[in-house]
């Protein structure tokens, strides 16, 4: 989702220092540093942002998590660590976690071709008989792109409002109407499938499968949809019980009622301008509600299962997710100097930069999401933001917020 509204610019940083458990006098000791952060933070944020949360965290658990400003400007309700709020594509990070998950079990292989498990076809026009894998999903070489078709049909509004408020011109996004809601299966053989009433050529590139990286989100939703058949649990159901529940998320999930809603985050467009509350029918590739608290565990997750210590999957799982997939020959061309660009190269759904940084960036409606760790240092970050970023100063200040958390995190692991 962060290629429709985020452009992730170049920034060079450099990152050393070495990470050491930190003991509870440290932690107290560290309480100035973290004032100093907080304050940072909102000296670069300004009046930018209505409301966000951040997050330093390493192998051991969780250094320093903040919520910012406000989750609802109108009710001065604040942004705490526990304010809910979607993250958009960082979300595709749990269909890569999944999709290890069910190869453990024995249900999926990564090199199977989609059309083992789809109960309709799904091939590229272009190359009939060449076969469509699941791996190429993971690593956006399918040639499944997104259309116009996904960007008109897969936001749907979470009630019924006047209809005059989608078409505020500060508002970059059409929804739908909450009655148009339709299955995730029925979304995916509509727009893929030959005998689909949205089907399209269009929707296939002409690059041979396995050949080029297309950054997809239907393509992600279809890996997704997959996992669901592969092992008959819907892939919501699926994560809760494999990722949520033993990291102890509990304050996550993929639809609105699966969590507390009174701590779900307004979203906006500018400062003043609501975002109304919205779902997405292909809810795997970017709709995951979560808090920056939440967020933070998984992300102590993912360093672990890196260092060899995770626990949701097995030591061999990890190394296949974190593993660069692709060459250079996959890609029309690369950024190499930015630290936090998901798109340099790819484990499984797991963004890898030029400077060999895993994680993910998402945007949406409302949402900006980062979310990185360095492998070398063992130290991560996040940042959620519930305000779109719409001008180059926001853009500054949304990176040099995050480059404040990796200043810090240097200082909090000193």
Known sequence: MNKILLTILGILLIISCKQKPNTAKEIADNQPIKDSLTLGIKNLNKDYFNGLGVAIVDSTGILYEKGIGFADIKSKKPYTINTIQPIASVSKTFIGISLMKAQEKGLLNLDDPINKYLPFEVQNPNFPNEPITIRQLATHTSTIIDTENYMSKSYVLKDKIDSTITKNENIPQSFNPSDTKIPLSEFLKNYLSKDGKWYNKSAFSKNKPGQLYEYTNVGATLAAYIIEIALNQSYSDFTTEYILKPLEMKNSGWNYNDVIFDNVSTLYSDTKTEVPYYSLITYPDGGFLT????????????????????????????N??????????????????????????????????????????????????????????????????????????????YYGIFNKLEEYSKKLTE
């Not at 994680?359 to 760790?373: A, L, Q, R």
């Open 291 to 318: 808090t920056i608290n939440d967020l933070s565990k998984y992300l102590n997750e993912l360093i672990k299962g890196y260092s060899g210590s995770g626990k949701i999957l097995s030591k061999n799982s990890y």
């Open 320 to 397: 296949e997710l974190f593993k660069p997939q692709l060459k250079e020959e996959n890609f029309a061309e690369r950024n190499t100097n930015n630290p936090y660009n998901d798109e340099y190269n790819l484990g499984i759904f797991m963004g890898i930069s030029a400077m060999n940084n895993f994680g993910h960036t998402g945007g949406d409606p409302g949402v900006s999401s980062i979310m990185f760790f360095n492998p070398k240092e063992r130290t991560g970050r996040v940042l959620l933001i519930n305000t779109n970023i719409n001008n180059q100063e926001e853009v500054n200040a």
